[in-house]
Structures are given as C-alpha cells and as structure tokens.
C-alpha cells in the first residue's frame, strides 16, 4: 500500500507561483500512475494533472494548461505539481493520488491511497 504526503502549499499573490511535493512510501512508486486533485470546500474534487509511470505522458485539465507542470522522479519517490500564473481561482485544497484504474485518467474514482492535502491560496 503506497502512502502519500502533500507538501509546499501556501499563500501566494495572483500571477506567482508554487511547487507542490508529494511523497510516497513504497517500493512500488514507480509502478503507478499518480494525480493531482484539488477541492474547494462544499464542490466536488476536481482533475487538475496526472502523469503515467515512466512521466512519458501526462494530462491537464484545461484549466491548468499551459500553467501547471506536472512531474516525477521515481528515484526519490516524489511527483511534483509546479504552478505558475497562479489566479485565485486556483485556491483550494491540492491532493495527489494513486491512479488504480485505466478507465479513465480524470475521474477521482479511479484514484486511490489519498493523500491529506495542503492548502494553496491565491489572494487578488
């Protein structure tokens, strides 16, 4: 079972940026597909980017495109979520994920070994 741990959220003004961390334990890291999610209290999670085993591939949701890097590196167990232009419409709660179904690479039920979130807000 692979563990995760988000960090390097924060407060930030529009149009800076932020580095997001997520740390896995296990020896199968480099196996899995992961995710990046985010979630503004009382709305449904949402897809922000995700990246296959290799980080040969990866998705944004348009939202994120052309601002939001997603990356990994499977010798240190970490996938990394790089934001920039950052706008307040980005504050919400980031959490990374384990891809466990092919069905889709979007749908939070597809995703599993949560991890508990940091905390990015955007302020004006």
């Known amino acids: 079972q692979v563990q995760l741990v988000e960090s390097g959220g924060g407060l930030v003004q529009a149009g800076g940026s932020l580095r997001l961390s997520c740390a896995a334990s296990?020896?199968?890291?480099?196996?899995?597909?992961m995710g990046w999610f985010r979630q503004v209290t009382g709305k449904e999670r949402e897809f922000v980017a995700a990246?296959?085993?290799?980080?040969?591939?990866?998705y944004y949701a348009d939202s994120v495109k052309g601002r939001f890097t997603i990356s990994r590196d499977n010798a240190k167990n970490t996938v990394y979520l790089q934001m920039n232009s950052l706008k307040p419409e980005d504050t919400a709660v980031y959490y990374c994920?384990?891809?466990?179904?092919?069905?889709?690479?979007?749908?939070?039920?597809?995703?599993?070994?949560w991890g508990q979130g940091t905390q990015v807000t955007v302020s004006s």
């Open positions: 994920a384990v891809r466990r179904s092919f069905r889709t690479v979007s749908d939070p039920r597809d995703f599993g070994s």
């Open positions: 296990g020896r199968t890291f480099s196996s899995y597909g």
């Open positions: 990246i296959n085993w290799s980080a040969g591939t990866t």
